[in-house]
């Protein structure tokens, strides 16, 4: 799987938030997940939400060919966190 950003942005985010979009391949390497669409005007993007050493994380990403191109990466929102814990139990 083949994955793609735009630098300046992941600096940016990596700075802020000390999250590194070259850890996406995370989100995808069959951990539990939930993905979810999440368009922009024609855009179709998608969050995916999963557990990382306790604590859960959300990635926007796109299809871009036949890479994924991240588009942000941060801590999960409240809902977000609420549905995960939903699905996989609590302790996930």
């Not at 942005?9 to 997940?33: N, S, Y």
Request: no cysteine.
């Amino acid at each position: 799987m083949e994955f793609e950003w735009n630098e300046e942005k992941r600096q940016k985010i990596l700075k802020e938030r000390r999250l590194d979009f070259a850890d996406a391949f995370q989100f995808f390497d069959g951990r539990p997940v939930i993905h979810q669409p999440t368009p922009r005007g024609d855009e179709e993007r998608w969050k995916s939400t999963a557990l990382f050493d306790g604590k859960i994380f959300t990635v926007v990403w796109m299809w871009r060919n036949a890479a994924i191109r991240v588009i942000s990466m941060r801590r999960s929102h409240e809902q977000e966190e609420r549905e995960y814990r939903s699905a996989f139990g609590g302790g996930a």
